[in-house]
């Protein structure tokens, strides 16, 4: 069946410069301790949160980065609201400030699976696609 309503805008997050600065001296001290300092300065920035979740996962723990893309997923939902989107319709990969929000939901994808949440994993990885199937392309060929 073809759908004839027209698909709602792109939502495209504003820039943040500072959050951005703070998470590029948090990658230039390279620890954990530095993301979790720009997290807690810009509790806002799902990118920061984004961070926390992959470097959590990639050492095998499930529940920390459960619980920052958790955090960076709800921030993002914040801001996407904010900025227009009505609970559906695109968010882009290609617009660099969607990216933070993209990655929470990718890592919460990933580790709903690993604590044994297929529901909520497949419902993840589903709405990251349904934002942008390019988003779920780049982060799972990661």
Known sequence: MQNLLPEPPATLLPADEEADAALT???QAGSDEAYAEAAARFPSHSAAWAVLATRAF????AVAAYAYA???YHRG?????RNG????GPVPWSHEPNRGFLRCLYVL???????GEADEAARCAQFLRDCDPAAADALASN
Not at 109 to 115: N, Q, T, V, W
């Open 25 to 27: 001296t948090a990658e």
């Open 58 to 61: 990639a050492q095998d723990q």
């Open 70 to 72: 958790r955090t960076g």
């Open 77 to 81: 939902l914040d801001q996407l609201r």
């Open 85 to 88: 989107w009505k609970g559906h």
């Open 109 to 115: 994808s990933r580790a709903a699976d690993e604590i």
